[in-house]
């Protein structure tokens, strides 16, 4: 298990390190740069030299590189071009901003969605499953940022029961019934598309493991249906959903970038298209390197959970009996 | 030679989803009177701001405003700050030395700090500029000559990195004749320097010991405990990328106080939720309303909207350097080719139709109503497809076999380049290409994403035709860093366009110091300009703007449209009254 973490985590080290060089590389490749964004058309070229220099675009990009990384080793992950303000001043508010929003969305369709999944793998065909599929289509097919839009006519301009956007009230800021009413909206947009996924998951991959012969086999000893489904069949069907849910997890603090503008929500999402906009290359590092990051921790817990879940499933064996 | 002129931002990137809500219904009303419209087309009204309030009512002292916006500032310090976030909350928080007037003019009031207009000598070389003497920051520290000298230096000096520097790069020397008296020496005669004096002031006590390349790293303009400001207002907190909060400054030196105590700028990331905000209430004034949002907020009736165009026009701008074209045959070498490409454009269709009347059809590059504007002296082209084939045909193109007008060989077919995520632009594209169509000339639209667009295109002078837009917010209309030769790529003069007519004439005017030979001048620019054509002068545009009724103001305290921060021209007059909620 011990040599299992420690391979992945070297794993885990060369991946960032591809990934910041990889997208390091990109971001100067595409044409335009700060400067760019930035300076006024009518500068000299040598007051524009000078601007270069003072933000260090002058020197060649891998020697831009190397900088970044030697300052990111300290724990400095840079200053903005525009106004040279620390990176994690302004990106540690939005990750905590959007980790509020999506934790409680996620949280919430995952307390519906897996009991619903699995009710309906019992049921399958009935009312429950029938709407279930209907929730299902919606959320896949609806644009997120045209549903909130479409929430907000209602409950907030219409019955003027919530508020429109933003997370606090001014003034209100640190009151938890304040938060609660602003995360109403956007949390049911998101929880919406996430359900619509994670039902689907949690009963296609109930019914392949009730048509199993070791089921059948529990259904012939008499064993009550309660104890089959929850004891026998929920462990085996829930591997695949937790798959699913750790490939989720990134988002956590990625944010839903559309989500979050149309409800004017101070997360992530938001700040990472604004910022490329901008061609803010340290803050978009920043962001790239938090989210890779979480896409490999997410990819290393859903491993785990599996070990947990399925006594079958052992770590660190190379050929094993792991299923 | 920078004039104030910035490539226009593209519209926030999400402002498409706005399109999406409110479809447009077709109740625009007619009006006879305005321009020249085409007979088949209805002329949507214009409609000015107007005084919310009646002269017997009287302000009330108290509220909040709240200013919406889709971006962030970038510092309150006036060395550095030049975009429209940082201005917005800079007229609330800084004090100019001069102030702009309705038409676009140097002005004293008492919210100015000078005490009076600039004094300039006989020869145009030296200006004597008197402060007011009881202006203070708002740390108490009294404002005084010694911080227009420091500000004027900092901001010319290269050093620092001020996007400003050159309004001052003539600058030869300055001295202090009394604590509140600056005199100003020129290297030359330059007359739009007086317009570069429309200036805030950064503060000497704090700053001046900083050297000038650390200036743009220091915490005043953004940190607001550290930034003492010289205007009514005081930079109370500011949430990164959520809101600034602004209150009134207590001891405000200027004569006239605020009514309103507290403004609150407020930072929308999609325009359509800000939109919903105004009409909600949650903020009070919207700078930019998508057009095909326009009739559900008016249908609200609780908001007053403006649809004057502002300080902005459109230009459809010709190539000449003939690299750009196959087998190096410039298309728009002919003069009358390009007064065919005017005349065939239906600028005020696109106008009526796609900027919803927020337009105006311009000329000249010069704001129409200023004191430069030329007038009727430029020539006006009408949209006249019939007018526009004569010219072609004057000038030699004939029909090839695909209907495509061609000469000596060479197809009239070119591409013209735009910015992607603008949908007016976007919409006008298809406008340009239908009309250009109907008199046999194939134009190809070609949406670019802004950055790289003037990276690898404008800059570079490659391309054959650019639909843009410039931003005149610098009041001085001189117009040689766009239209001369020494603003060749990479300057702004991106087409390569050479008229050593106009150049003399532009030189002429700035070093006449007489605004009205000034402004004789102008005339003959507008006329040679309008005449030759670099561009097709397309149209004075904006956006629409909506502001609560919930704000009052009396006439002369309305927003004005046509100068930058112009929507909160006369702010301090103004006043909130809820009491009709």
Known sequence: MTEYLVRRVLQAVLVLFLITVVSFGLMHAAPGGPLKVMLSPGMSPEAQLIQMKNMGLDQPVYIQYMKW?????????????KNNVPVGDILWPTVWNTFVLMSVAWGLSMLIAIPWGIYNSTKQYGLSDQIASIVAYLGFAMPTFWFGIMLQQYFAMQLNLLPLSDMWTMGKEGQLSDLILHLILPVTVLTLVNIAAYVKYTRASMLEVLEQDYIRTA??????????????????????????????????????ALTESVFNWPGMGRLFVEMAVAREYSVLMSITLLISLMVIIGN????????LVDPRVQLGRKGGRAA | MKKGKGWLKPLALLSLTGALLVGCSSGNNASPGTATPAPTQKTVEQVAPQATSTDDEKPVDGGTFTHSTTSDIVTINPIFGNDTASGDVMEYT????????????????????????PKVSEDGLTYTIKMKNNAKWSDGTPITAEDLMFTINAIKTPETGSPEITKYDKVKEMKKLDDYTLEIKLTQLYAPFAFGLMQKLAPAHVLKDVPFKELQAHSYGKDPAKTPTSGPFKWSEWKQKEYHVLDANPDYWGEKKPHIQKVVYKIYADQNTQVQALMKGDVDLVDSIPVTQLEAVKAKGTINISTEPGPSYEYFAFNFDKKNFPNNYGLFEGQKTRQAIAHAINRQGIIDNILKGTGKIMDAPFLPGTWADPGDAAVHYEYSAEKAKQLLKEDGWVAGADGILAKDGNRFSFEFIFNSGNSRREQAAVVIQQNLKEIGIEAKPKALDFSALVDQYANPGKFQVLLLGWQLSDPDPDGISTFGKKAFPPGNNAGWYDNPKLDALWEKAVSTVKQDERAAIYKEVGKEISTNLPYVFMYQYGTPRGMTSRVKYKDEFKPVSMIPYGETFGFLNWWIDDTKK
């Open chain 1, 69 to 81: 990384v030697g300052n990111l080793l300290q724990g400095d992950l840079g200053h903005t071009f």
């Open chain 1, 219 to 256: 259904r012939a000893k008499g064993m009550k249906e309660r104890r089959v489904i929850f004891r026998h069949a929920l462990r085996n069907a829930l591997i695949p959903v937790v798959t699913i849910i750790g490939l989720d997890l990134p988002t956590l603090v990625a944010g839903a």
């Open chain 1, 300 to 307: 290393l817990l859903a491993d785990l959970i599996y070990a």
């Open chain 2, 94 to 117: 800084q004090a100019y030395l001069y102030n702009r007037n309705p038409s676009f003019d140097l002005a004293v009031y008492p919210w100015s700090l000078a005490a009076e207009l």
